[in-house]
């Protein structure tokens, strides 16, 4: 597939650097402290939540995404954009899957790799790698993860897995700042069926 990064990128280097990763790997890290991350993770008893930390000047979107037992997201792209991930508690379950041939007829998407991420394991992954699917899959713990997009995207598609069909999604906030707003949680739970 045709790499898919940016040569404009302020920090060109490092994100063909990290380019070289998948999901699977581990880069170098610190440990969580869940005082610096607290006050900005809200859960939601039917989907996991994205939560705005930091816009950075529109430049970047720092999320915590907070999922409850049994969450998880669709196959979705990144919108061109890049995402460095850090498990902050819990673990996480990543499916990758390859871009569905737009050619042929309607296939099941073919998944490519899996890997576990556990508290403080660190990851990227952007178009060019592939597609994914992220998942707490254990049904007595929460996870919080952190996540980096630059940059940042309001929208991407979202993939049947069983046809490799896309269709596009609006991507929203359950809180910004460490503030749940009222209006966000209703156009949240609009958006839900394709949310990813």
């Not at 008893?45 to 969450?71: A, P």
């Not at 660190?122 to 980096?148: M, P, T």
Request: hydrophobic share 30%.
């Amino acid at each position: 597939m045709k790499s898919r990064i940016p040569l404009a990128t302020p920090d060109a280097d490092l994100v063909r650097g990290m380019a070289q990763f998948s999901m699977s790997q581990k880069i170098p890290n610190g440990t969580s402290n869940a005082n610096d991350w607290k006050k900005f993770a809200y859960f939601d008893e039917y989907r996991y939540t994205r939560n705005l930390v930091d816009n950075g000047n529109d430049k970047y979107n720092l999320m915590l995404l907070c999922w409850s037992e049994g969450q998880g997201s669709v196959i979705h792209d990144h919108s061109d954009a890049h995402c460095f991930m850090k498990m902050l508690s819990g673990s996480l379950h990543e499916t990758r899957y390859e871009w569905p041939d737009s050619t042929t007829d309607l296939n099941q998407m073919k998944a490519i790799d899996e890997n576990q991420l556990k508290t403080n394991d660190v990851a990227y992954i952007n178009d060019s790698i592939g597609l994914h699917r992220v998942e707490n899959r254990s049904d007595s713990w929460k996870a919080v993860s952190l996540h980096l997009y630059s940059p940042p995207y309001f929208k991407c598609q979202v993939f049947d897995e069983r046809t490799g069909l896309r269709n596009q999604a609006k991507v929203t906030f359950y809180s910004k700042y460490g503030n749940k707003k009222t209006y966000l949680y209703k156009q949240f739970k609009q958006l839900h069926e394709f949310d990813v």
